[in-house]
């Protein structure tokens, strides 16, 4: 079970097999909760109980996966919708000035770029460094990121996740690494 | 040198492979010229090649976050509990109004029984309170923790 592809367990889960689920659940549950948490800023103990409905809405809908996304782009396509229900119910309001429903943003300036900013340092310097620039961007930037360089998505894909306009998933990365730059040129290494 | 605001936009968007094909030409083009932009090119590539070795800094939602064949019935059983509570308070509110209201000691009075076969929670139609307040109070208890580096 725990070689088996993603697609190959939701499949499985589909079918019935609970075990299928729990090694998807095992799988990506912290990237489910960290999205969440980043996607809708919600403070970790609400997100873990997000997270929870949107196992519980993947297990109820596997039937409906057909293997038209990779597993992952559909997850979190299933994770969005959870979330901006819980949005629309509750907190409607919250969820669109937080930017979460519409819109390009402005393209943030970019620092001058210096090749080599993270040279000589040791490696676990070097993460250590990385990881707290990352966790100092705001959430929305962080969760486009997170899709992108560690999901591996198209942002193509993320704007389907997202349910944003490509040129907005754009302007998103784009001030993510632009504020990375920045924030790693200012460590003055 | 320091390109106008535009170009760097392009070349930063180039490096992240997210510049849309048909620019993507003239703006190797400039690169060739332009030592700033290349080294911004750089820049972001090496910033993309540390974001991928430092991994991304996830919650963990902790070994005791699962979701089990239990626990996705829960709502329906959630459902027959406020179900039966309901019923429950309909069956109180029938004793109460009563007509004609027994007086207790009364001949051939007391107290209205419950007929029979009324409310009550049927073996396995659902969670006994407690067991259900447990378990939400469980959900909320499982701690969050950031985790160390993933990849």
Redesign the interface.
């Known amino acids: 079970m725990q070689e088996a592809s993603d697609e190959q367990l939701i499949k499985a889960a589909a079918a019935g097999e609970t075990a299928a689920l729990g090694t998807l659940v095992e799988r990506y549950k912290d990237r489910v909760l960290t999205f969440m948490a980043w996607h809708f800023s919600l403070p970790p103990e609400e997100a873990l109980d997000m997270t929870q409905e949107v196992f519980l809405a993947v297990w109820k809908s596997a039937g409906t996966f057909r293997g038209e996304s990779l597993f992952r782009t559909w997850l979190f396509s299933v994770a969005r919708n959870v979330g901006l229900g819980y949005f629309r119910h509750y907190v409607a309001k919250k969820a669109e000035s937080a930017g979460l429903l519409f819109g390009d943003e402005e393209f943030e300036n970019i620092p001058d770029g210096a090749a080599g900013l993270l040279e000589g340092l040791e490696a676990e310097e070097r993460r250590a460094l990385v990881r707290g620039a990352v966790q100092a961007l705001p959430d929305k930037l962080k969760a486009a990121l997170l899709l992108r360089e560690w999901e591996g998505l198209a942002y193509e894909e993320i704007a389907s996740v997202l349910q944003v306009p490509v040129g907005t998933v754009r302007s998103r990365l784009h001030n993510a690494y632009a504020r990375l730059l920045k924030s790693l040129g200012e460590k003055d290494l | 040198m ?1 390109c106008d ?1 535009d170009m ?2 392009d ?3 180039l490096a ?3 510049l849309p094909a048909a620019r993507a030409g003239g703006v190797e083009a400039h690169l060739a010229g332009c030592p ?2 290349a ?6 590539l ?3 090649a ?12 902790g070994r005791r ?5 239990e ?2 019935a829960a709502p329906a059983r959630r459902f027959a509990f406020a179900l039966a509570a309901a019923a429950a308070c309909f069956a109180v509110f029938v004793l109460l109004r009563g007509e004609p209201r027994p007086v207790p000691g009364a001949p051939g009075g007391g107290m209205t029984p419950a007929p029979s076969g009324g409310f009550s929670v049927a073996e396995g139609s659902g969670p006994a309170p407690s067991d259900l307040l447990l378990k939400l109070s469980g ?2 208890a ?1 701690p ?1 923790y950031i ?1 160390g ?3």
């Open positions: 320091s605001k760097k936009r070349v930063l968007l992240a492979g997210l700033a932009c080294a911004l090119r750089q820049a972001v090496e910033e993309r540390a974001l991928k070795e430092a991994g991304a800094p996830l919650l963990a939602a976050f699962s979701v089990t064949p626990l996705t959900r909320r499982a969050v985790s580096p993933r990849s």
